[in-house]
């Protein structure tokens, strides 16, 4: 018999910034992307809301490699997603967008030696032109100062909200990218994610009841949250909730469930994915299987305040290409993401 795939659990940790820039491989929340491949970057239209056609948010990658794969030396997997409320459908996720991106050891971006993790230089704009808002790939310019935005929303966000207004007409885009507009445009705090292995007594509990913890970690799922969960479940006699409450309670400020060819760990009896539902990949045909899931705790990390509505989820669960194919259009491929949420 197969030994089973290990769980990995992954955390959020404050860092160094220049420790969460793209030469430094990073796992991360928030922010602006740390690209993979400096180039060839998502279009606008990748990065747009199916639903609403606004433009979306980034929310985390993973650093992934594919130890037995040359040409998955470096991969990552990315997702963004749609911070309007009313994209918030249950059990969907049009609103979510996840890449996946891989290059060998031997590359045109970074070098073949790992980093100095002391460097704090930041290579990425020497290839393409990212936006000033996002951080996406700013195909877009403004007229007078021909600073880079990737939409025609993100340049009037900023000209609304951030510094753009008050310096385009005596400055240009060099000198403009040196005012410090923190604060002026909302992005989700940037966290690392560091990950530790779930051990074997952790892996096979399910069956144990777990008592609540008296405390939790700052950030983590708060008890009113877990108590409020509770009562969902019980009205509903959810006995798969049950199993996953017990099995976060574990380790209850994780926010991310890592096992590459194993099974998420789903939140509710109800809607839950079977294997035959997950879409082949479109760029080889293999099948996908699943790589990793996002909790609900990370939600008590984005600090949406209280109009940002139903910006909610139970798990997030990214699906990727089994063969983690290579494709000579794009360098970033879509992997398919399902949302499954509480019993309501």
């Not at 491949?37 to 980034?58: A, G, I, Q, V």
């Not at 069956?207 to 877990?226: C, R, T, Y």
């Amino acid at each position: 018999m197969a030994a089973p795939i290990e769980v990995e659990l992954g955390f959020l940790e404050k860092t160094e910034p220049h420790r969460l820039k793209s030469k430094h491989f990073p796992s991360k929340i928030g922010g602006k992307p740390a690209w993979l491949n400096l180039r060839d970057l998502p279009s606008e239209s990748d990065l747009k809301c199916e639903t609403c056609d606004k433009p979306l948010t980034f929310l985390l990658e993973i650093y992934a490699p594919v130890t037995d794969r040359h040409d998955c030396f470096h991969r990552t997997i990315f997702i963004f997603f749609c911070e309007d409320s009313a994209c918030f459908r249950p059990n969907e996720a049009n609103n979510f967008r996840a890449f996946r991106c891989q290059l060998p050891r031997k590359n045109d971006f970074y070098s073949y030696e790992p980093p100095d993790e002391d460097d704090c230089s930041d290579d990425t704009s020497h290839f393409v032109d990212l936006c000033f808002v996002c951080g996406a790939k700013g195909s877009k310019k403004c007229s007078r100062c021909g600073l880079p935005y990737c939409s025609r929303q993100h340049q009037e966000q900023d000209w609304k909200k951030g510094t753009h207004k008050s310096t385009c007409k005596n400055n240009s885009s060099s000198s403009i990218l040196q005012v410090n507009h923190a604060g002026m445009i909302k992005h989700i705090p940037e966290y690392e994610i560091v990950t530790e292995p779930e051990t074997e007594e952790e892996h096979f509990n399910d069956a144990k009841d777990v008592e609540k913890p008296k405390e939790l970690v700052e950030g983590s799922l708060q008890f009113e949250d877990i108590r409020d969960l509770e009562e969902i479940a019980s009205a509903q006699h959810d006995k798969q909730f049950s199993k996953f409450k017990k099995r976060i309670n574990l380790n209850s400020d994780q926010v991310l469930r890592y096992q590459r060819g194993g099974s998420p760990l789903w939140v509710s009896s109800n809607s839950i994915l079977n294997e035959n539902q997950v879409p082949d990949c479109e760029s080889c045909g293999a099948k996908r299987q699943f790589e990793f899931q996002v909790l609900p705790q990370m939600l008590n990390h984005l600090e949406f305040d209280d109009s940002d509505g139903n910006v909610d989820w139970g798990t997030v669960i990214v699906y990727t290409c089994s063969k983690s194919c290579n494709s000579n259009t794009t360098a970033y491929l879509k992997e398919f993401i399902y949302k499954q949420d509480f019993s309501q």
